[in-house]
């Protein structure tokens, strides 16, 4: 086998993924990153005062073999903290309480149909009846069926299987804002579909997990240490300028630098990664690939808009030691990351992280009107703690938006994803909008960076 040099654009999950399976397949992956941080949608940054603050508040599942299996190679098991089996939604109407769908210790669908029929507060015995029978497409066929479903929005879906519009208000438009950053009325039905399917079909696919810090140091830095180790190179303050092609329309080299006035650099490799999100890999193609179909196709794939919330609070508002799904008009979900996360440990202050979505009409506003709408929307669920005597006061906040996340995945979207291979032969895609089975998140991303490294190494024989 001939050693590859391969360049890879962009350190995120998906780029340092690719770098770590290529370096375990004996290549020499050398990583090139625009920015002066790891982690791409999973980056953070500490503050004047030593507390992370982050992009998104980021959740692992059980249903994520690819980001389980690369703790374990990484010997890092240990920072995940897992959560009981359960998922906890706010009840608007009734502030300050809880309504629960908990799994039991059986195996699967079992835990997951029990979880479900003993939730009472949300829905009622048609409405679970109708549902259940909905999902038995979904249940026999798998993947086929939950691939057909990409023309319809999940409203849609709903209405196909007379399921009542008031099942989305109580669970759905909660997920879907969890999944994809929008509401039922645009989001593809094949992103519930499959994420219900994973939940249902895995004893363990919805249980949930934090990582004990901030994902860069302690995620990211292990695999870039656990790549150089292996003869691997990884540059920040990076970008890639300019893909500069051949007279056969194959990659010459990549432009790399050029930051604060410096120098850029030639940098030449036996074949070249894109792992950019894809918003920013459309601006930097070359004319010449433009119009192939697997690059014209990518102009239907759009980041969504999303921001993500910090509040530290003088006092303790929740013992809840879990994600909770807020079921806000505003907000999606939150967690009280004083209580989730081992270093943001704090025993008399919380530290909510929320995530803002759907935020197209909220992305340009400033963040004092940002954190003055969640605050109102905290009042509601939480009266208690900001009403009468002993009112909670914020410290402070950090807003970080996001304005084009994870692509929007409205329906029709799964025919616009790329393959990891492209036409040109020594150019490959990684990201989590290429073609992998678990749609825009961590595991998609590590997924996709492990295909990438495949279809690398495959290309050299
Ligand atoms: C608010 C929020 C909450 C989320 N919550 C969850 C969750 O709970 N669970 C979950 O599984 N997923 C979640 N996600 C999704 C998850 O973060 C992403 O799917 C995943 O991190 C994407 O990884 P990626 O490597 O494909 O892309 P990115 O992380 O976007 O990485 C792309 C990298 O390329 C770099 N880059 C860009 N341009 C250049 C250039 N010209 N040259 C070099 N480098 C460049 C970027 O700086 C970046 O580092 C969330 C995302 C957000 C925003």
Partial sequence: MRRMRVAIAGAGLAGLSCAKYLADSGHIPVVYEARDVLGGKVAAWKDEEGDWYETGLH??????????KLFSELGIEDRLQWKSHSMIFN???????????????????????????????????????AFGIGLVPAMLRGQEYVEECDKYSWTEWLKLHNIPERVNEEVFIAMSKALNFIGPDEISSTV????????????????????????PERLCEPIVNYVRNLGGEVYLNSPLREIRIDNDGNVKNFLIGGRKGEATKEVQADAYVSALPVDLLKLILPEEWKKMTIFSKLDGLKGVPVINIHLW?????????????????????????????????????????????????????SDEDIIQATMEEL????PMHFLGD???????????????????????????????KTPIKNFFLAGDYTMQRYLASMEGAVLSGKLCADVVSQSNH
Wanted: with cysteine; aromatic share 12%; hydrophobic share 40%.
């Fill in 390 to 420: 002993n009112q909670a006061k914020l410290r402070k906040y950090k807003v970080i938006k996001t304005p084009l996340s994870v692509y929007k995945a409205v329906p029709g979207c799964q025919e616009l994803r790329p393959t990891q």
């Fill in 313 to 365: 609070f003088d006092k303790k508002l929740t013992d809840i030691d879990h994600l909770l799904f807020s079921r806000s008009p505003l907000l999606s979900v939150y967690a009280d990351m004083s209580i989730t996360c081992k270093e943001y440990e704090d025993p008399n202050r919380s530290m909510l992280e929320l995530v803002f979505a759907p935020a197209k009409d909220w992305i340009g506003r």
């Fill in 192 to 215: 519930l579909l499959t994420a219900l399917n994973r939940f249902l079909q895995e004893k363990n696919g919805s249980k949930m997990a934090f990582l004990d810090g901030a994902p």
């Fill in 91 to 129: 009840q608007p109407e009734e502030p300050g309480t809880y309504s629960r769908f908990d799994f039991p210790d059986l195996p699967a669908p079992i835990n997951g149909v029990a979880a479900i029929l003993s939730n009472n507060d949300m829905l009622s015995w048609p409405e679970k009846i």
């Fill in 59 to 68: 959740i692992f599942f059980g249903a994520y073999p690819n980001m389980l």
């Fill in 379 to 382: 009042k509601k669920l939480f």
